[in-house]
């Protein structure tokens, strides 16, 4: 059976994503209505930039899919790259989903780890640390906005899970190179894949990602039980062919999900009707050198 993604047009963040779980809503109960350990990954690679930050509203519409079948505690967990949890949960209004829902925060960069090999720029193996929280999780919420990025071209559900299971100085350590940021990207995935990702595209990021790019209203919104496809699907949105995305490349040759968009159904709004090319980082054309 084909992957299933589905795409919605957004008038809000939590709007957006509402609608996109909604089309898939029937996956995500019977998915989360047993799970023990849920936590939720939004992304804080600044913790005081709201542009290259999940806004709450969007991880509010997943709360509200997931409260309805799930009766246990959520975690939200992020390990942010230069700044504490604390400041990115009070600048960006998170604090608030402490009255509202039965969450909990949880700072990966200062929790327990397992270790993982990867590679470094040299393709020699090299071991990282990630979050035992996020490996040992029932089930993995990823909601990420559509960004460019300096490395690795487009930067999703899949690199906001990985990079933010790493902890402390090991997200700069996952930095080696073209080749090597998209080999760790697709191998440490098989840890800490997410079951769900959903992508806030209201507003993204174009440019100078995944910090100083600038905005794109993009106005869509997109959710999937297989994140794989649901980030070549945006990827295509923003203007972008997933195999040219290393990280993608990769886990669609080793068989961890499809990025062939041939092979991919598409629930609600097409590609079309929301695409938008993105202004690619300046580096785009040297990220190309990434094949191994």
């Known amino acids: 059976m084909?992957?299933?993604?589905?795409v919605t047009k957004s008038t809000g963040h939590y709007d957006g994503v509402r609608r996109a779980l909604h089309l898939i809503e029937e996956q995500v109960k019977h998915d989360v209505k047993d799970k023990k350990k849920i936590l939720v990954k939004p992304n804080f690679v600044s913790t005081s930039r709201q542009l290259a930050a999940t806004h709450v509203?969007?991880?509010?519409?997943v709360l509200d899919m997931i409260s309805q079948y799930h009766s246990g505690a959520i975690l939200i967990g992020e390990g942010p790259a230069n700044s504490s949890l604390t400041t990115g949960l009070t600048n960006f209004n998170y604090l608030t989903l402490r009255d509202e829902y039965d969450v909990e925060f949880l700072d990966l960069n200062r929790d327990d780890w397992v270790e993982v090999e990867g590679y470094d720029s040299q393709l020699q193996p090299l071991t990282f640390r990630l979050s035992k929280?996020?490996?040992e999780s029932d089930y993995r919420v990823s909601v990420a906005i559509p960004k460019t990025h300096d490395c690795v071209i487009t930067t999703l559900s899949i690199k906001n899970m990985v990079v933010g299971s790493l902890v402390n100085s090991e997200k700069s350590k996952i930095h080696q190179g073209y080749k090597g940021i998209n080999l760790n990207l697709a191998t440490f995935s098989r840890f800490v894949m997410p079951h769900l990702g959903v992508i806030d595209g209201f507003i993204g990021m174009e440019g100078r990602g995944p910090v100083s790019g600038n905005p794109v209203e993009l106005r869509a919104a997109a959710a999937s039980l297989h994140p794989i496809s649901l980030d070549a699907v945006t990827s295509k949105i923003m203007g972008f062919d997933p195999f040219e995305i290393g990280y993608l490349h990769h886990l669609h040759a080793w068989k961890r999900g499809v990025i062939d968009l041939d092979q991919i159904?598409?629930?609600g709004t097409s590609i079309?009707?929301?695409?938008l090319q993105f202004q690619p980082h300046p580096r785009y054309h040297e990220m190309h050198n990434w094949k191994v």
């Open 265 to 267: 159904t598409i629930l």
């Open 57 to 61: 509203d969007a991880v509010k519409a």
């Open 2 to 6: 084909d992957p299933v993604v589905s």
């Open 272 to 275: 079309d009707d929301v695409a």
């Open 133 to 135: 929280s996020v490996v």
